[in-house]
Nanobody
């Protein structure tokens, strides 16, 4: 009943910036939390950043100081501003959300958007 759609991925040079967006649609009362994970080929999916409905954030150590997560709760949308990008940031980035619907909380994942950092 809930769909997550990511956008904003692409090819960027080291040191560059990129902004990802994810919009949730469906019958949603609230989303707690909402955020981003990433997965490189052959590697385990890892947390990048999440934010609670009240604005509390959780960042992976590898992205602290470079990435910033934000939310527009009225539009059920989460953003990830990615600055000072490195080769190691190359991965498929997945939006994650735990929306509250008529039947309680459930976990949802987006289809993923590719971020490639290359010179």
């Amino acid at each position: 009943q809930v769909q997550l759609v990511e956008s904003g991925g692409g090819l960027v040079q080291p040191g560059g910036s990129l902004r990802l967006s994810c919009a949730a649609s469906g019958t949603i009362f609230s989303i707690n939390p909402m955020g981003w994970y990433r997965q490189a080929p052959g590697k385990q999916r890892e947390l990048v950043a999440t934010m609670s409905n009240g604005g509390r954030t959780n960042y992976a150590d590898s992205v602290k100081g470079r990435f910033t997560i934000s939310r527009d709760n009225a539009e059920n949308t989460v953003y990830l501003q990615m600055n000072s990008l490195k080769f190691e940031d190359t991965a498929v980035y997945y939006c994650y959300a735990r929306p509250l619907g008529p039947r309680g909380y459930s976990d949802y994942w987006g289809q993923g958007t590719q971020v490639t950092v290359s010179s």
